[in-house]
């Protein structure tokens, strides 16, 4: 019987310690001083716009005018750009060098969306995972869909070209440079429900084909340079970019008129 009494006194016991050890935690929780969880705009974005800028340096930047038509030729793309030099000996992946035929392109239009408003479209974005790293993106973190829609003709009678990689570059952002890859690159998959063309990353067209797309970006607020520059857009200062790395040309496709004559 006295055994049988130890036994529940010692349980009892542990039970009360454990509770004390709680109760000590919680006001320690709340004692203690913290560092507070940074809010969802001062963090680092995962692809902001110079976050794969290179060092190669434009040779030389051919501009065209919204709506304008220009022949890109062999552009020279690939993972083997966006590295340092010290990297760049052996080749790491499929993507590791990619060179384009000729395409023809052509910017037909340009929309700005509202994050709150696309989330109110598709309440699922930013999910499934993107080109950007998904972590960074909180529910309410504050930016903009840029949706570009581009024409793009294959003039080739029997060889299937690729579309080379596109970037949204603008004097607006706060890390803008001239070297070449400063752009935002595109949300391949975001929110393709909400688009009925969705450009798919190194999309081919078929000989003689012709096809619109729609290019996503998303830019977020702390990527711009100022307040004003994003709540108030102004199109003119944005431009889809075409980076050809060998031998350094940069083609910039302008999304709306800029009056420069």
């Not at 509770?19 to 004692?31: E, H, I, N, P």
């Not at 340092?84 to 910017?107: H, M, R, Y």
């Not at 797309?213 to 998303?218: A, G, R, S, T």
């Amino acid at each position: 019987m006295r055994s049988a009494t130890v036994k529940g006194w010692t349980a009892a016991g542990v039970v009360l310690l454990v509770l004390a050890t709680l109760v000590m935690g919680w006001f320690a929780g709340r004692l203690l001083p913290i560092d507070p969880m940074p809010r969802p705009e001062d963090t680092e974005t995962a692809l902001y716009p110079g976050k794969f800028e290179t060092g190669v340096e434009a040779g030389r930047t051919i501009d065209v005018a919204f709506g304008g038509k220009l022949l890109v030729e062999g552009v020279t793309q690939g993972e083997k750009f966006l590295l340092s030099s010290a990297k760049q000996a052996e080749p790491c992946c499929d993507d590791w060098l990619i060179e384009c035929g000729a395409c023809e392109l052509s910017v037909a239009g340009a929309r700005v969306v509202s994050g709150d408003a696309l989330r109110e479209l598709d309440p699922l974005f930013p999910f499934p995972a993107t080109s950007w790293d998904s972590s960074h993106i909180g529910s309410e973190l504050p930016g903009k869909a840029f949706v570009i829609t581009l024409t793009a003709r294959n003039p080739s009678d029997d060889e299937r070209v690729e579309l080379p990689e596109l970037t949204l570059w603008s004097d607006a952002f706060n890390q803008r440079s001239d070297a070449m890859g400063n752009g935002a690159y595109p949300l391949y998959g975001a929110f393709d429900a909400l688009l009925d063309h969705a450009v798919t990353r190194r999309m081919a067209l078929e000989p003689n084909e012709t096809r619109e797309v729609e290019v996503p970006f998303y830019v977020f607020r702390n990527s711009f340079a100022d307040e004003r520059s994003f709540e108030n857009v102004d199109l003119a200062r944005f431009c889809l970019e075409v980076n050809d790395y060998d031998p350094g040309i940069r083609y910039r496709f302008w999304l709306a008129d800029r009056g420069v004559a």
